[in-house]
């Protein structure tokens, strides 16, 4: 299945792809399954960009589904359709 995949502020994933923005094929209907294919594809820095040490998903990380709904970390096994959109956004505090 095709999903569009975006990335907004978050270098550690787009630096490692070369791209912000790319179609995917994966092999499933889930997000996690958009984030394993990532990781499958591009190895351990995508995998550190994603999760801490002890594995779990970086809570800095905000996906949306097609410009509306947000994903937390929890719902991951949210399904998708063919030609989602889901963004990665990387969320930073300042001052």
Do not use: W
Request: hydrophobic share 40%; proline share 3%.
């Amino acid at each position: 299945m095709k999903i569009n995949v975006e990335f907004l502020g978050f270098p550690m994933v787009s630096d490692v792809i070369g791209k912000k923005k790319l179609e995917l094929d994966i092999p499933g209907n889930t997000v996690k399954n958009v984030i394993d294919e990532f990781i499958r594809l591009y190895g351990r820095k995508v995998r550190e960009a994603f999760y801490d040490t002890k594995g779990n998903f970086d809570v800095t990380i905000q996906i949306t589904l097609n410009g509306k709904t947000f994903i937390s970390a929890d719902k991951h096994h949210t399904p998708l359709n063919e030609g989602d959109t889901l963004i990665f956004m990387l969320l930073l505090a300042g001052g």
